[in-house]
């Protein structure tokens, strides 16, 4: 079946750093990948997209990457701060047009 | 309207009671999606709305549960019988039907079944 999966471990890293989370998927190519923040106890927030035929995309401090070949996108937080503190979502459409399938997400920690 | 909203935000139950939650959606967005999301987990798809019409309901959906969306804003979720494993966040989310990619999502109802 479809998966998005990403690593479960929380990822620690000191302030200022480059934070990179990996989003794997499995037994299918999604013509997209997306990235989400979720703060405990609130709703997803959509930050970035990223098509197939798309290498890289940014947006101010974030920059997403896709490989086709690897099954496999990355998500750096530049010059990381405190603030960016929250579990990251990778997620995909799956299965039918409307259907998004999410990974179980990666808590990150900025640590000052 | 700023946003995507749900109430209640909290909701403690005891086990076989029903419970309903509401969702209203950012005005003028046509598809409303139904998720549900347990500690550690992803969101995990539901069901859809397009206007009035629920177009497709995931397995996940036992018929213990109901989704509504009667005039094509509002929708409700009415979970019967609960059960301790419906214990869970319920999340709500809306899209533009040419921009259905990107959605938006509300802050989410969060049960607990005693």
């Known amino acids: 079946s479809q998966k998005i999966e990403q690593n479960s471990e929380a990822l620690n890293i000191q302030e200022g750093k480059t934070a990179t989370l990996t989003c794997n998927y499995t037994?299918?190519?999604?013509?997209?990948l997306q990235w989400y923040r979720q703060d405990p106890g609130r709703g997803p927030v959509f930050l970035l997209l990223?098509?197939?035929?798309?290498k890289e995309k940014r947006k101010e401090r974030l920059k997403v990457t896709f490989d086709t070949t690897l099954k496999q996108s990355l998500f750096h937080i530049t010059a990381s701060q405190p603030a960016d503190s929250a579990t990251y979502l990778c997620?995909?459409?799956?299965?039918?047009?409307?259907?998004?399938?999410f990974g179980s997400g990666t808590r990150l920690s900025i640590r000052p | 309207d700023t946003g995507v909203s749900q109430d209640p935000r909290h909701k403690i139950t005891k086990r076989g009671q029903n419970v309903t939650f509401r969702c209203d959606p950012i005005?003028?967005?046509?598809?409303l999606y139904w998720y549900r999301q347990t500690l550690g987990q992803g969101p995990e798809f539901l069901t859809y709305?397009?206007?009035?019409?629920?177009?497709?309901k995931s397995r996940l959906l036992s018929d213990r549960f109901s989704a509504e969306r009667p005039k094509g804003s509002f929708s409700t979720l009415e979970i019967q019988r609960t059960e301790q494993g419906d214990s869970a966040m319920y999340l709500c989310?809306?899209?533009?039907?040419?921009?259905?990619?990107?959605?938006?999502f509300g802050p989410g109802t969060r049960l607990l079944v005693l």
């Open positions: 990223i098509r197939e035929n798309e």
């Open positions: 005005s003028e967005h046509n598809r």
């Open positions: 989310a809306s899209s533009l039907r040419q921009d259905q990619e990107t959605q938006y």
């Open positions: 037994n299918y190519s999604p013509a997209y």
């Open positions: 997620a995909s459409l799956g299965g039918s047009a409307s259907k998004i399938i």
């Open positions: 709305f397009q206007n009035e019409a629920q177009l497709e």
